[in-house]
Structures are given as structure tokens and as C-alpha cells.
């Protein structure tokens, strides 16, 4: 906490008034290390002296897991096929989410974000250290279609009110991005404009 706060602070009045920023996110996955769990009131104390510096943003204290007090509620999820994905989330009606820690983490009823999904690998050319999530796709159409049924998914039900895909650009060894590390295509025009008309489908939040 002596050494992170400070950090933080600093970065939360630097950054104050950029207009790209809409929210906080101080820690990501705060998995156990070695057998010792979290420390809670450290992701407590954080999310408070945050909501101090900045009430105007919302702040989600650890993406992913495991949540201790967040004003959005968010989960990562890699699951790569589709009909499991409708079954955790197609079927959610307003007001709910699905828990994949349940046992760590309690749902208080917070706007549901889908922070992290997708990761799909594609890369035909990539050495054996590219790596994506989940089984990787054969061919071009079954990634695009991929893309299309996981992301139909969350923009068909009320209970996301956002998602983030796993990559927009290859990222070092991983090779799930839409673009390459380079940022040059890495599919067909044809996929990408699959790609964005998937993405400017009215989502069921704002009917």
C-alpha cells in the first residue's frame, strides 16, 4: 500500500481531466498467489480514496475478479463456444449477471460489464509460441462467424451494459487480435465489414 497508493493517486490527478478516460480500474485479476488470497481492505481503501479523488467516474476496483466493492461489475470470459456463451449470458434478463466466482465475489444488482471475451488465435502463419484462448478457429469464415455469434450474444440481452473484445491488435506472443502487432489487416474486407455491422447492432440495453 505504501508504494501503490501514492502511484495511484498520482496517476488518478494526472490524468483527471482526459476525456478519454470514463472510469477507473486500479488492479486486474487479483488471483491467489501461493495460497494467499487478496487482501480486501487494500481494494477497499483504494476504491474509496479513488471515489474521493474522482466521484464523477464510475471505478471498478479489480477487473475480472474478485470483486470487493465496484460500481460496475465485471467478469472475463474466454469461452469459445457459442451456444455454452448464450447459456451463461443470452438468457440473462435486466438486472442480472452471470458469476463465474460466486464463491469469491457477490453480485449487488451493479451495471454488467463483459470486459473480456473472445481471444480467439488467428494467425495461419504463427510460430508455436502464438497463442490465443480456447480452441483456435481453421479458417477465416469460422473466426468471423465466431466473432459475430459471441458478440450477438451480449448485444441481444438487456443484462450487458458493455463488452470489451479480446484483442483489437496481436500483442506480443498473442495472436488474437483483429489487426496485426504492426496494426495492418489480418482478414479479409469482407470479414471486417462483417466485423462492424456485428458491432452497430442496436444493443438490447438501449432499446
Known amino acids: 500500500m ?7 493517486m498520482t496517476l488518478v490527478e494526472r490524468d483527471f481531466n482526459h476525456p ?13 498467489h501461493d495460497g494467499q488470497k487478496q487482501d480486501n481492505n487494500l481494494l477497499r481503501m483504494v476504491y474509496d480514496v479513488t471515489k474521493a479523488m474522482d466521484p464523477t467516474r ?4 479489480t477487473s475480472g475478479n474478485y470483486h470487493v466493492v465496484t460500481d460496475v461489475y465485471d467478469i472475463h470470459d474466454y469461452e469459445q463456444h457459442p451456444d455454452i456463451f448464450y447459456r451463461r449470458y443470452g438468457v440473462l434478463k435486466k438486472g442480472e449477471a452471470h458469476d463465474n466466482f460466486a ?3 457477490t453480485f449487488q444488482g451493479q451495471p454488467f460489464f463483459v470486459s473480456e471475451y473472445g481471444g480467439a488465435i488467428w494467425a495461419p502463419n504463427a510460430d508455436n509460441e502464438s497463442w490465443g484462448y480456447g480452441n483456435a ?6 473466426f468471423v462467424s465466431r466473432y459475430e455469434k459471441l458478440t450477438s450474444i451480449l448485444l441481444e440481452t438487456e443484462a450487458v451494459c458493455a463488452f470489451c473484445y479480446t484483442q483489437l491488435y496481436d500483442v506480443e506472443q498473442e495472436k488474437n487480435g483483429l489487426y496485426t502487432y504492426e496494426r495492418k489487416k489480418k482478414i479479409s474486407d ?14 438490447a440495453i438501449e432499446k
Open 2 to 8: 505504501a508504494h501503490f497508493l501514492p502511484e495511484w
Open 20 to 32: 478519454a478516460i470514463i472510469g477507473w480500474c486500479p488492479f486486474n485479476e487479483t488471483w491467489d
Open 58 to 61: 464510475p471505478v471498478i476496483d
Open 103 to 105: 464463491d469469491r465475489q
Open 137 to 142: 478457429p481453421k479458417t477465416e469464415e469460422e
Open 190 to 203: 469482407e470479414g471486417y465489414a462483417r466485423i462492424k455491422a456485428c458491432n452497430q447492432q442496436i444493443a
